[in-house]
Structures are given as structure tokens and as C-alpha cells.
């Protein structure tokens, strides 16, 4: 089991930018894809962004293409989001995710079996 921890979150303006982390030990992160999902109150998770073990392969939501870039960096076993022209419906908790394979299993939430606790998100208008 991989143990993921994110950090980064925080209340910007709409327009801004923030860039998230989610560091991985336990299971050797590096070896896995990752993922990015995001849940909205009231809402059911979603995906957001997905990144192979080797960075080649990448992955977004519609919503957020152009706007959101993953990346990763294997020597730290971290994955960022980077966050630009934040708009308020990008409102979340922000939740990483731990494949078991080197390649994105699926952009659903069933895809990805390990989950770190979540960084809140707030986008204002």
C-alpha cells in the first residue's frame, strides 16, 4: 500500500493560480500512474488529470485542459497540479490517487486504489 499525502490548497481569487503536491511513501510511488480527482460538496468525485509512471502519457478533463498541467517528478515520488486561470467551479477538495500499473488504468476513480486524505480548493469570484 502507498501512503499519499497533498498539499498546496488554499482560497484564491477567481483568475489565479495554485499548484498542488502529493507526495507518495510506503509502496514505491514512483512505479505507478497517479491521478488527480476533485469532489465538489454535494457532488460525485471526478477526474481531473492523470499522468504515467514515465510522464509520457497524459491525461485531462475537458474542463481543465489548457488551464491545468500534471506533472511529476519520480526522484521525490511527487506529482503536481499546476492550477492557472482557477475559475469558482474548480471549488474542491482535491484528492491524488495511486494506480497499481505504470499506464492510466481509466480516468475513473475505480482505476486508482490508494488516496491521499485531500487539500481543499476554494476559488472566489
Known amino acids: 500500500q502507498v501512503q499519499l499525502v497533498e498539499s498546496g490548497g488554499g482560497s484564491v481569487q477567481a483568475g489565479g493560480s495554485l499548484r498542488l503536491s502529493c507526495t507518495a511513501s510506503?509502496?514505491?510511488?514512483?512505479?505507478?500512474?497517479m491521478g488527480w480527482f476533485r469532489q465538489a460538496p454535494g457532488k460525485e468525485r471526478e477526474f481531473v488529470a492523470a499522468?504515467?509512471?514515465?510522464?509520457?502519457?497524459?491525461y485531462y478533463t475537458d474542463s481543465v485542459k489548457g488551464r491545468f498541467t500534471i506533472s511529476r517528478d519520480n526522484a521525490k515520488n511527487t506529482v503536481y497540479l499546476q492550477m492557472n486561470s482557477l475559475k469558482p467551479e474548480d471549488t474542491a477538495v482535491y484528492y491524488c490517487?495511486?494506480?497499481?500499473?505504470?499506464?492510466?488504468?481509466?480516468?475513473?476513480?475505480?482505476?486508482?486504489?490508494?488516496w491521499g486524505q485531500g487539500t481543499q480548493v476554494t476559488v472566489s469570484s
Open positions: 510506503g509502496r514505491t510511488g514512483s512505479s505507478y500512474a
Open positions: 499522468i504515467s509512471k514515465s510522464g509520457i502519457t497524459r
Open positions: 490517487g495511486a494506480a497499481s500499473t505504470p499506464y492510466i488504468p481509466s480516468m475513473s476513480s475505480n482505476g486508482f486504489g490508494s
